[in-house]
């Protein structure tokens, strides 16, 4: 029979979603820490972590949203929470000897790779960036350092030929979550012990912004090909096209054909088909002309929007 822990849940974002629901189907969650409200889209209205309209929904008793967990009375209310273990999942704060000492079992991270690789605020979209072949999950006690502590265990899955950083994102939630709760199980009964990482192997997956998206065509068409795939969802890659930005989603290599950096020297069912740096090519499937929503390779080449011949990029 499992022993239910009192469990203080931090987390954020969607990726964090499925531990929650998992743990507070089998452990009592008696507070929620995420992110404030914050404005979002284009009509900038206040918008919650989906964590919290998780929490809600789920009626956990303590939900707190600080800006910051150096405040005393963030500590004393979370001390008083009396919790076994806290769990963060993409918190998106540092937390401090302070914090990482009030429960008795410790804080239980769950991180998007196979650490000691890609420790930092953007695992999944690393592993697409850098061509990982295999990612993962890890779950790990928590130290003062960034993605250091000992792991309790990991999980591993094998990348798709055109997988996303989105699309990793969605395999590796679920995966978290149903591994989160082994080690917690583990960790209560002995039979999960803490390992240090590897002194070797270990690289930062930095955090990403908008600018990071732009493709330079001069790169070989692998590079590219990634560089697209890593960024959709979010920041999203882009080119410029006619003065204009063009955002560009998911691709794939177009093993066998040719072309010029930047040149468009095909469009059909697959997309539009752009030539890289080393001289191969690569189909772009997804894109975002400016004023319209995203495409797909079928509407764009019955919409005619782009032309054979033009050349993407300045």
Sequence with gaps: MTHRLRIVFMGSPDFAVPSLRA??????????????DRPKGRGKKMASPPVKIVAEELGVPSILQPTTLRRREVRDHLAALEADCFVVVAFGQILRPKILALPR???????????????????????????????????????????????????SIEAEACETAGSLHDRLAPLGASALLEALDGLVSGTV??????????????????????????????????????????????TDLGGARLKLFASTL?????????????????????????????????????????????????????????????
């Design 193 to 238: 012990v803490p390992k240090a990482q590897p002194e070797t192997g270990a690289t930062h997956a930095r955090m990403l912004n908008k600018s990071d998206g732009a493709i330079d065509w001069t790169w070989p068409a692998d590079r590219v090909d990634r560089w697209i795939r890593g960024m959709d969802p979010w920041p999203g890659s882009f």
């Design 254 to 314: 177009a093993m066998g054909r040719r072309g010029e950096p930047g040149l468009i020297s095909a469009i059909d069912d697959r997309g539009i088909l752009v030539g890289a740096g080393d001289g191969a090519a690569l189909w772009v499937t997804q894109l975002q002309l400016p004023g319209r929503k995203r495409m797909s390779a079928e509407a764009l080449a019955a919409g005619r929007a782009i032309a054979v011949g033009t050349r993407l990029g300045s």
């Design 105 to 155: 079992l410790g804080c239980v991270n769950v991180h998007g790779s196979l650490l000691p690789r890609h420790r930092g605020p953007a695992p999944i979209q690393w592993a697409v960036l850098d061509g990982d072949r295999r990612s993962g999950v890890t779950i790990m006690l928590m130290d003062e350092g960034i993605d250091t502590g000992p792991m309790l265990l990991a999980r």
């Design 23 to 36: 743990l507070h189907a089998r452990h009592d969650v008696v507070g929620v820490v995420t992110q404030p």
